[in-house]
């Protein structure tokens, strides 16, 4: 099933080279039909298809999808809008990015998926080092599976840069313990947007990941 058009595509491109107000609202109806309402089908049937598999799923698309509003408060780029679509499929939806899940970015450069564990807070980063120095063969095996490492490579996030004493010894034995977000990612070229199988491709990418995504959502629940 094909959801979204060309016209997807060269929205955001011509948005990059007319990145004010002006624009946009000149572009407003263009937005909502070529972008806002066809991305919201997409990320609909994409919540229908993981619920096949996670009833636990109790979601909307309205509670994925970002703003294509950029936060321009502290940041010295000054342009209003995003220059890509992104939703974030989980459990707790965009409000709470600590929960794991799918993401997915598209703009006219790539197709981004990610997914792990991206901003636990103190107690859910305690809750998962502990897990994984408890057990951490089993975590060493989803990080190691192969298709997982075919498909995102390693897991990303950054680590701490002094070990307090009480985990030295177990990060010794396992190093991801010393790190402070748990995800992972990888590109696909932009031709996958307009494609009949894109549901159907990160769907796969899905079921890859979730595995890591159960072990992580246990660990912090």
């Not at 901003?119 to 975590?139: C, H, N, V």
């Not at 192969?146 to 177990?170: D, V, Y």
Request: glycine share 4%; net charge positive; hydrophobic share 35%.
């Amino acid at each position: 099933m094909q959801c979204l058009t060309e016209d997807f595509i060269s929205f955001f491109k011509e948005l990059a080279a007319n990145n004010h107000k002006e624009w946009f609202h000149e572009n407003k109806k263009r937005y909502e039909s070529s972008v806002k309402k066809p991305f919201t089908v997409f990320v609909g049937k994409m919540i229908e298809e993981i619920q096949k598999v996670d009833a636990n799923l109790m979601i909307e698309p309205k509670d994925c999808i970002l703003r294509i509003n950029r936060d321009i408060r502290f940041s010295k780029d000054k342009t209003p809008y995003n220059l890509h679509y992104t939703a974030f499929i989980s459990r707790g939806g965009k409000k709470d990015k600590s929960i794991p899940g799918f993401f997915v970015r598209f703009s006219p450069e790539m197709v981004g998926i990610m997914g792990g564990c991206f901003g636990p807070d103190k107690e859910q980063l305690l809750k998962i080092r502990t897990k994984i120095k408890e057990d951490p063969k089993t975590f060493r095996k989803l990080i190691e599976e192969q298709q997982f490492i075919e498909h995102f490579g390693e897991l990303k996030g950054e680590a701490m840069k002094r070990i307090p004493k009480e985990w030295q010894q177990a990060i010794e034995k396992e190093p991801y313990i010393a790190n402070k977000q748990f995800y992972f990612v990888t590109e696909k070229p932009s031709d996958l947007i307009l494609s009949e199988q894109l549901i159907e491709e990160l769907i796969g990418y899905w079921k890859i990941m979730q595995p890591l995504n159960d072990y992580l959502t246990k660990a912090i629940q």
